[in-house]
């Protein structure tokens, strides 16, 4: 007696995008077929250049597809985007709002481009303003508001004519977890008032929060379905095995080139492990682990990599390949190899970053994870270098920043989020070039180039311009760049954001390498995914430093009888709470 | 120290070549302002269009009429016979200048009276209207000297145009055109070059380096500067071997001049990009300042002509100063003594502007 099914919000029939034209050309979205049901949150997962946003742009009406048919709202978006534009709610991933004009002004902007009319605006302006808490904030410029707060408003400019159908792209992008989870909430409500939504993600962990989703490769479709049943498809092959303490790097690469295991990952103290296919469970001590692998509820990520690598196993190779080069022969350096000292920054009135110490030793991952805009970045530039201190002192590898900023640089590789290299330039003149400026001489430039060539694989690719490279590629070249003069010190800031798991893992076994040759490593991230590979964690709200400790330190912390197994963002948002008023603004 | 620098200086090379987009700012404009400024930039008037109103048609009226329609410098195009055709022919820019010869014109020639010739001009062309007004003035006087040479008119002046005997306007033109396209190939590379780098993220990548801020600039600096030279060279050999302008100075001079020039222009550049956080906006800045630097250099209108807020203003211009230096070492053989003078000033542009720089640089990093 199940009531009669709506129809579906969107269908999508064998839409096909291309941008450019002729070989050159790139597929988008390649012949993606499948059908939005209102009421439903509907996730569209996949890494930076999957085809996510075409895919929204193409529903919203802003562009329009080269092959296929896209039904939105009943009609034909070809010839009828007009009909339905009053329904349809699109954020997107930036440019949504006038940083310039207030929260109300936006408001009230949106709701003339809507049309929407006297009476019916002040009833919408109220009901979203409680909706999302942004009442007290009404007066404030929205280019001055927190990114969380930024991301609700955006929604509620899109929310205003009351859509059927809403689409969101990344919406969650850089915000902290406890306005993600408010995020989650609004639109949850609005999926049960009947609205079909559309969530894009590049954070796996919520696509477990929708109720189906759509999972992009490189333009295809790769899986679509709920979220549950995909996590099933590698039930009762995932496992934790516990770890002596001081060897997880070790254990994960045993385990990952281990023929049985489909992937290996370091989840605080612990190895995450997903087995093959009808493989046997390894012995746990033989990998290097303290006791048997203990089973584990499976997650989205374990059943995407497990997908991956077994349509692509050339890159499941690369993924345990020999890591980066000989050790490097620095002396183990005395005392810290970072060392922030009541660093504090003032932008004007601002204090971006207030009062942080810590100390990080030799060979230890250190993460500084935070929100964007919480103070992290701040933080990372004043240790790199990259900005003076207010107040407070860096000493890098036993170096004072204020005192021999030129001595410190050259103990220091840095490779940033956007993989700075010179993209007109081929792989070998951009490792020319840095090693030149990191002044090598002869014997030893030809030397260092000739093992990034060869310990990153990029010997093949050598005379191609590094712009025209798949992002895999420019990440090693980044990575191999920033490790030619043997730094001490490795800066990394959110040097995975974006790209697929496979590649993630690649980087972080490359990390782990580095960090069994004491090679010290300072990551940004916001990812909580990315924060589980680190030794040790410096949580940043607010410009100040909330926690410091291990991922699994952390954890335990916020264990309770409702959440035994509290994840890293339980912890996150948890010690957010604790904070409580301190930080409301 | 001497790796690092040469290891930027080569990237820098290498990118502006191996980029399109800057391959083409240096190499295109330049060619095509050249041969644009060369051939059609000319302050020559010839073929103007004339209108008659001759209400006379005796016989030293129509000889004067002859005259006019036998110069080169004007081209019958329109007679008339009231003054509302005149009027509306000038307004509508059919006829550039209208020559009226009244009634009685023949008659007070011929007795002796004093004779009236009106040339009406559009004045809304006043450069133009001037060179007309001095053409018609040369056909009246060879008219009225034929006509009565009289003794008493014997104190003739005899003008002799020195540097450019023939008022060849190119002469004028393609000095000054060199600095102009040298100034806006460096002020632009330089500009660009670090705007471009804050933009793809690896300004930072460079600044975590051991690189000096000094180093950077200097990395930055000498590139643009060869390309300025060479572009200097090429134009002022175009101007030379296909235009026929003489180059009769000192060729160490000009190259003085043009690296003196070089520091001045991309210290400007330097500190534009210092601001800039774009290259969008670094060309906004490029535009900003070329526009009434080109205006006030002299180029095109004499410095001695402008008010005098705005010559003061050319005193920090080193477009201007380039200008008459390379217009005095072309056409005049400049001593190194007088020289000094223009020299001098852009140097001093040049250290200051570089010293700014640096500062606003160093600046940003805390």
Same mark, same amino acid.
């Given at each position: 007696?199940?009531?009669?099914?709506?129809?579906?919000?969107? !269908?999508?029939?064998?839409?096909?995008?291309?941008?450019?034209?002729?070989?050159?050309?790139?597929?988008?979205?390649?012949?993606?077929?499948?059908?939005?049901?209102?009421?439903?949150?509907?996730?569209?997962?996949?890494? @930076?250049?999957?085809?996510?946003?075409?895919?929204? %742009?193409?529903? +919203?009406?802003?562009?329009?597809?080269?092959?296929?048919?896209?039904?939105?709202?009943?009609?034909?978006?070809?010839?009828?985007?007009?009909?339905?534009?009053?329904?349809?709610?699109?954020?997107?991933?930036?440019?949504?709002?006038?940083?310039?004009?207030?929260?109300?002004?936006?408001?009230?902007?949106?709701?003339?481009?809507?049309?929407?009319?006297?009476?019916?605006?002040?009833?919408?302006?109220?009901?979203?303003? $409680?909706?999302?808490?942004?009442?007290?904030?009404?007066?404030?410029?929205?280019?001055?508001?927190?990114?969380?707060?930024?991301?609700?408003?955006?929604? $509620?400019?899109?929310?205003?004519?009351?859509?059927?159908?809403?689409?969101?792209?990344?919406?969650?992008?850089?915000?902290?977890?406890? #306005?993600?989870?408010?995020?989650?909430?609004?639109?949850?409500?609005?999926?049960?008032?009947?609205?079909?939504?559309?969530?894009?993600?590049?954070?796996?962990?919520?696509?477990?929060?929708? @109720?189906?989703?759509?999972?992009?490769? &490189?333009?295809?479709?790769?899986?679509?379905?709920?979220?549950?049943?995909? #996590?099933?498809?590698?039930? &009762?092959?995932?496992?934790?095995?516990?770890?002596?303490?001081? *060897?997880?790097?070790?254990?994960?690469?045993?385990?990952?080139? @281990?023929?049985?295991?489909?992937?290996?990952?370091?989840?605080?103290?612990?190895?995450?492990?997903?087995?093959?296919?009808?493989?046997?469970?390894?012995?746990?001590?033989?990998?290097?682990?303290?006791?048997?692998?203990?089973?584990?509820?499976? %997650?989205?990520?374990? $059943?995407?990599?497990?997908?991956?690598?077994?349509?692509?196993?050339?890159?499941?190779?690369?993924?345990?390949?020999?890591?980066?080069?000989?050790? *490097?022969?620095?002396?183990?350096?005395?005392? +810290?190899?970072?060392?922030?000292?009541?660093?504090?920054?003032?932008?004007?009135?601002? %204090?971006?970053?207030?009062?942080?110490?810590?100390?990080?030793?030799?060979?230890?991952?250190?993460?500084?994870?935070?929100? &964007?805009?919480?103070?992290?970045?701040?933080?990372?530039?004043?240790?790199?270098?990259?900005?003076?201190? *207010?107040?407070?002192?860096?000493?890098?590898?036993?170096?004072?920043?204020?005192?021999?900023?030129?001595?410190?640089?050259?103990?220091?590789?840095?490779?940033?989020?956007?993989?700075?290299?010179?993209?007109?330039?081929?792989?070998?003149?951009?490792?020319?070039?840095?090693?030149?400026?990191?002044?090598?001489?002869?014997?030893?430039?030809?030397?260092?180039?000739?093992?990034?060539?060869?310990?990153?694989?990029?010997?093949?690719? /050598?005379?191609?311009?590094?712009?025209?490279?798949?992002?895999?590629?420019?990440?090693?070249?980044?990575? *191999?760049?920033?490790?030619?003069?043997?730094?001490? !010190?490795?800066?990394?800031?959110?040097?995975?954001?974006?790209?697929?798991?496979?590649?993630?893992?690649?980087?972080? /076994?490359?990390?782990? +390498?580095?960090?069994?040759?004491?090679?010290? !490593?300072?990551?940004? #991230?916001?990812?909580?995914?990315?924060?589980?590979?680190?030794?040790?964690?410096?949580?940043?709200?607010?410009?100040?430093?909330? /926690?410091?400790?291990?991922? @699994?330190?952390?954890?335990?912390?916020?264990?309770?009888?409702?959440?035994?197994?509290?994840?890293?963002?339980? $912890?996150?948002?948890?010690?957010?709470?604790?904070?409580?008023?301190?930080?409301?603004? | 120290?001497?790796?690092?620098?040469?290891?930027?200086?080569?990237?820098?090379?290498?990118?502006?070549?191996?980029?399109?987009?800057?391959?083409?700012?240096?190499?295109?404009?330049?060619?095509?302002?050249?041969?644009?400024?060369?051939?059609?930039?000319?302050?020559?008037?010839?073929?103007?269009?004339?209108?008659?109103?001759?209400?006379?048609?005796?016989?030293?009226?129509?000889?004067?009429?002859?005259?006019?329609?036998?110069?080169?410098?004007?081209?019958?195009?329109?007679?008339?016979?009231?003054?509302?055709?005149?009027?509306?022919?000038?307004?509508?820019?059919?006829?550039?200048?209208?020559?009226?010869?009244?009634?009685?014109?023949?008659?007070?020639?011929?007795?002796?009276?004093?004779?009236?010739?009106?040339?009406?001009?559009?004045?809304?062309?006043?450069?133009?209207?001037?060179?007309?007004?001095?053409?018609?003035?040369?056909?009246?006087?060879?008219?009225?000297?034929?006509?009565?040479?009289?003794?008493?008119?014997?104190?003739?002046?005899?003008?002799?145009?020195?540097?450019?005997?023939?008022?060849?306007?190119?002469?004028?033109?393609?000095?000054?055109?060199?600095?102009?396209?040298?100034?806006?190939?460096?002020?632009?590379?330089?500009?660009?070059? =670090?705007?471009?780098?804050?933009?793809?993220?690896?300004?930072?990548?460079?600044?975590?380096?051991?690189?000096?801020?000094?180093?950077?600039?200097?990395?930055?600096?000498?590139?643009?500067?060869?390309?300025?030279?060479?572009?200097?060279?090429?134009?002022?050999?175009?101007?030379?071997?296909?235009?026929?302008?003489?180059?009769?100075?000192?060729?160490?001079?000009?190259?003085?001049?043009?690296?003196?020039?070089?520091?001045?222009?991309?210290?400007?550049?330097?500190?534009?990009?210092?601001?800039?956080?774009?290259?969008?906006?670094?060309?906004?800045?490029?535009?900003?300042?070329?526009?009434?630097?080109? =205006?006030?250099?002299?180029?095109?209108?004499?410095?001695?002509?402008?008010?005098?807020?705005?010559?003061?203003?050319?005193?920090?211009?080193?477009?201007?100063?380039?200008?008459?230096?390379?217009?005095?070492?072309?056409?005049?053989?400049?001593?190194?003594?007088?020289?000094?003078?223009?020299?001098?000033?852009?140097?001093?542009?040049?250290?200051?502007?570089?010293?700014?720089?640096?500062?606003?640089?160093?600046?940003?990093?805390?």
């Amino acid at each position: 007696m199940a009531p009669a099914a709506p129809p579906p919000a969107v !269908v999508l029939d064998a839409v096909t995008k291309r941008f450019g034209k002729g070989p050159q050309a790139t597929i988008a979205l390649d012949h993606v077929s499948a059908e939005i049901r209102p009421g439903e949150i509907t996730g569209l997962v996949g890494p @930076d250049g999957a085809g996510k946003t075409t895919l929204l %742009r193409l529903i +919203a009406g802003l562009l329009t597809p080269d092959d296929g048919k896209i039904t939105v709202l009943g009609h034909d978006s070809a010839n009828a985007v007009t009909a339905v534009q009053q329904d349809i709610g699109y954020m997107p991933q930036r440019f949504g709002l006038y940083e310039d004009l207030t929260v109300a002004e936006n408001l009230r902007l949106y709701a003339d481009m809507h049309g929407l009319d006297e009476a019916a605006r002040q009833e919408r302006f109220h009901t979203l303003l $409680a909706f999302t808490a942004l009442g007290p904030f009404v007066e404030r410029l929205a280019g001055k508001l927190s990114g969380g707060m930024k991301q609700k408003l955006g929604l $509620a400019c899109a929310l205003l004519p009351r859509p059927r159908l809403l689409l969101l792209d990344e919406p969650s992008a850089g915000v902290d977890p406890a #306005s993600r989870r408010e995020l989650w909430r609004i639109v949850r409500t609005m999926a049960g008032e009947g609205v079909a939504v559309m969530w894009s993600t590049a954070y796996l962990d919520e696509a477990e929060r929708c @109720d189906s989703f759509l999972l992009f490769d &490189n333009g295809r479709l790769l899986a679509s379905g709920s979220p549950a049943e995909f #996590s099933q498809r590698v039930e &009762n092959r995932t496992f934790l095995l516990a770890v002596p303490s001081g *060897s997880k790097h070790s254990v994960q690469r045993r385990a990952a080139a @281990d023929p049985a295991v489909a992937d290996a990952i370091i989840q605080g103290e612990r190895i995450r492990l997903v087995l093959k296919a009808g493989a046997a469970l390894p012995d746990g001590p033989a990998l290097g682990g303290s006791g048997a692998p203990q089973p584990v509820r499976p %997650r989205f990520e374990d $059943a995407f990599v497990s997908l991956l690598q077994g349509r692509t196993p050339e890159r499941a190779e690369a993924r345990t390949a020999r890591p980066p080069g000989e050790p *490097s022969a620095a002396a183990p350096v005395d005392g +810290a190899a970072i060392e922030a000292r009541d660093l504090t920054r003032d932008f004007g009135a601002f %204090r971006a970053v207030d009062d942080v110490t810590f100390t990080v030793s030799p060979g230890e991952v250190f993460g500084l994870l935070g929100p &964007n805009g919480a103070g992290k970045s701040t933080t990372f530039r004043m240790l790199c270098g990259l900005l003076e201190p *207010s107040s407070g002192s860096a000493r890098v590898a036993g170096v004072d920043l204020g005192t021999a900023r030129a001595a410190a640089r050259e103990r220091i590789g840095y490779m940033s989020q956007r993989f700075s290299l010179y993209g007109e330039l081929s792989v070998r003149d951009n490792l020319d070039f840095f090693s030149g400026v990191y002044g090598l001489d002869r014997a030893r430039r030809r030397q260092r180039i000739e093992w990034a060539l060869e310990s990153f694989e990029l010997g093949p690719v /050598a005379r191609q311009t590094s712009g025209s490279l798949p992002l895999g590629f420019k990440q090693r070249l980044a990575l *191999s760049c920033a490790l030619l003069h043997e730094p001490k !010190v490795l800066f990394l800031d959110e040097p995975t954001s974006g790209v697929d798991p496979l590649m993630r893992r690649e980087f972080w /076994a490359r990390i782990g +390498a580095l960090a069994e040759r004491r090679v010290t !490593v300072l990551v940004t #991230s916001h990812f909580m995914d990315e924060a589980e590979y680190c030794d040790r964690l410096a949580i940043v709200y607010g410009g100040r430093m909330i /926690a410091l400790g291990s991922p @699994d330190d952390l954890k335990r912390r916020f264990v309770s009888d409702a959440l035994p197994d509290p994840t890293l963002e339980d $912890a996150f948002v948890g010690l957010i709470e604790a904070q409580g008023t301190q930080v409301a603004s | 120290m001497l790796r690092r620098i040469l290891s930027l200086i080569i990237k820098e090379f290498l990118t502006l070549w191996k980029d399109p987009k800057s391959r083409y700012v240096i190499v295109a404009p330049p060619l095509i302002q050249l041969v644009l400024f060369a051939n059609a930039a000319t302050f020559d008037v010839t073929h103007v269009a004339l209108g008659l109103w001759v209400e006379d048609t005796a016989h030293p009226a129509t000889e004067l009429v002859s005259r006019f329609e036998g110069s080169t410098a004007f081209d019958v195009v329109a007679h008339f016979d009231n003054p509302g055709d005149v009027e509306r022919a000038l307004s509508a820019q059919r006829v550039k200048a209208v020559l009226h010869l009244g009634q009685t014109f023949s008659a007070d020639v011929l007795s002796g009276r004093p004779a009236k010739v009106q040339l009406l001009l559009d004045g809304r062309r006043s450069n133009t209207a001037l060179i007309v007004q001095n053409y018609a003035a040369s056909i009246l006087e060879d008219f009225q000297r034929q006509r009565s040479p009289k003794p008493d008119a014997g104190l003739q002046l005899e003008t002799r145009a020195w540097f450019n005997p023939n008022y060849d306007s190119k002469w004028f033109i393609l000095p000054g055109l060199t600095v102009l396209l040298t100034a806006v190939a460096t002020i632009l590379i330089t500009a660009l070059s =670090v705007a471009r780098e804050r933009e793809l993220g690896t300004f930072e990548q460079l600044l975590v380096t051991p690189l000096r801020p000094m180093e950077i600039l200097l990395g930055k600096a000498l590139p643009p500067t060869c390309i300025g030279f060479v572009e200097a060279n090429v134009i002022a050999g175009v101007a030379v071997v296909v235009y026929g302008v003489p180059f009769i100075g000192k060729i160490l001079l000009f190259h003085v001049a043009v690296a003196a020039f070089a520091i001045s222009t991309i210290g400007i550049g330097m500190v534009i990009s210092s601001i800039a956080r774009t290259q969008q906006q670094a060309i906004l800045g490029v535009f900003i300042f070329l526009a009434p630097a080109i =205006v006030l250099s002299g180029f095109a209108t004499p410095i001695a002509n402008m008010p005098l807020w705005s010559q003061e203003l050319t005193r920090i211009n080193p477009i201007a100063y380039m200008v008459r230096l390379t217009r005095s070492i072309f056409l005049e053989d400049v001593s190194w003594a007088i020289a000094w003078h223009q020299l001098w000033p852009m140097l001093l542009i040049g250290i200051v502007t570089q010293a700014y720089s640096t500062w606003l640089f160093a600046r940003k990093l805390q």
